[in-house]
């Protein structure tokens, strides 16, 4: 089962490290899969680090990522405890993650995920804002892409950079990646989303593959990091906890099935051309 997913756009602050927060808490509780979560945060900021191990001091923890990615630790030895009330574990990022940037290596955390994945239901990446060696790392190990962004001129023009990489990142390294979808975030609720602005999301994209939830701008989700917890731990009845929920429950699961069905067609698929070509030959 393909339970990875990698949260990615280059556009800074468009709400990755929410949404893999908000995405993992909420799998490890409204999903059948093995409850338990990996959060792997690849951002050289750490913030998804931070607010997990309830650490808003900055410092960067003992063992991190990088560790394990320049093979100093195990990956089960990188692996840390966080304290929000969910079953959410972490492989927590640290600044020396910049310097792996500045290397060509893009399937070392695909080696990593590959050790790590029988012990989770869900391994959620969180990347940072650029289309660097860090995010390819993450589509190279990831199973899905998944792309938060707000809904305006400015932020969708820059997703054609997006979609290429994981285009590229598909035909050469990782055939098995596919896109979960586009979800549009921070729209201020006060506001009508453009339609223009959605045909043009989906233009890019694909109508099928932009999510028809939308996650308006709420206080509670700016303000659940700092309390370390999820935006469910933190106000189950506010509107951003039902955005989300909703948005997981009746989007994310589903297409997750959907899309797992069609990469079991394209392994049979693959499966019956091989073996036709080996009777040929
Ligand atoms: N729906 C929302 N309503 C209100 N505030 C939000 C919402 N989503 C995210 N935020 C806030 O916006 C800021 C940016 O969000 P976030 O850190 O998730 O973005 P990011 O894409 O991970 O940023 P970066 O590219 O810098 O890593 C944070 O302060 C976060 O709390
Ligand atoms: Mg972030």
Redesign the pocket.
């Known amino acids: 089962m393909g339970n990875v997913i990698a949260v990615v756009n280059h556009k ?2 468009v ?4 949404t ?1 927060i908000n995405l993992a808490a909420g799998l490890t509780r409204y999903s059948d899969v093995t409850s338990s979560c990996l959060i792997i945060d690849m ?1 050289p ?1 750490g ?2 680090t931070s607010t997990l191990l309830g650490k808003l001091d900055g410092e960067p923890p003992a063992r991190s990522v990088f560790d394990v990615l320049r093979r100093a630790i195990t990956p089960q030895d990188g692996i840390a405890s966080t304290i929000y009330d969910e079953n959410i574990d972490l492989l927590p990022a640290s600044p020396s993650l910049e310097s792996m940037a500045k290397t060509q290596i893009t399937d070392r955390l695909a080696k990593v995920v590959q050790a790590l994945s029988t012990s989770y239901g869900w391994i959620i990446i ?4 650029d289309l660097g060696v860090l995010t390819q790392n993450a589509l190279v190990a990831a199973d899905y892409a998944l792309i938060p962004t707000p809904c305006t001129g400015l932020a969708i023009p820059t997703l054609h950079q997006m979609k290429q990489l994981i285009e590229r990142v598909q035909e050469r390294q990782n055939i098995w990646l596919q896109l979960m979808g586009v979800l549009v975030t921070m729209k201020d609720g006060r506001t009508p989303l453009q339609k223009n602005m959605k045909k043009e999301l989906g233009n890019v994209f694909g109508p099928n593959d932009v999510f028809r939830t939308i996650i308006t701008t709420n206080i509670k989700i700016e303000e659940a990091p700092a309390a370390s917890q999820s935006i469910y731990a933190y106000d189950s009845g506010c509107l951003g906890a039902s955005l989300y929920r909703d948005w997981i429950k009746k989007e994310f699961l589903k297409k997750h099935q959907k899309l797992e069905k069609r990469k079991v067609e394209m392994r049979e698929h693959m499966e019956l051309t091989r073996e036709a070509a080996a009777e040929e030959g």
């Open positions: 800074g602050g709400g990755k490290t929410t893999a951002d900021h913030c998804a969180d990347t940072p804002p």
